[in-house]
Nanobody
Framework: LQLVESGGGSVQPGGSLRLSCAAS???????????ITWFRQAPGKEREVVSC????????TYAESVKGRFTISRDSAKNSIDLLMNSLNPEDTAVYYC????????????????WGPGTQVTVSS
């Protein structure tokens, strides 16, 4: 499965962005069986889970730091998994990645084989 993120950019504190993770490739027909996770990595910090979705049953989870502000969802028409980010703050500044696994739901980054190249999100005044 090939993944490409888009939608990053610079925004002021309190602003919003919608990230998109577009899926393609030879295994796309099996997309319904995948688990998709949005990770982020800030400079000097480890990559961390932001939000996860099971495409088979719609289960979602969120990191405590983004709960209530971020929403993960699927756009079936576009074969994409979106991350709507509201009430952004400077601590949300990071490169955001999406990753896919047919086996692991919301696991650590080492368990994922398919990754996008990332999209930069910068929150500053």
């Amino acid at each position: 499965l090939q993944l490409v993120e888009s939608g990053g950019g610079s925004v002021q504190p309190g602003g919003s962005l919608r990230l998109s993770c577009a899926a393609s490739g030879s295994t796309l027909e099996y997309l319904d069986y995948y688990y998709i996770t949005w990770f982020r990595q800030a400079p000097g910090k480890e990559r961390e889970v932001v939000s996860c979705i099971s495409l088979s049953d719609g289960r979602t989870t969120y990191a405590e730091s983004v709960k209530g502000r971020f929403t993960i969802s699927r756009d079936s028409a576009k074969n994409s998994i979106d991350l709507l980010m509201n009430s952004l703050n400077p601590e949300d500044t990071a490169v955001y990645y999406c990753a896919a696994s047919p086996r692991y739901f919301c696991s650590t980054s080492q368990m994922y084989d398919d990754w996008g190249p990332g999209t930069q999100v910068t929150v500053s005044s």
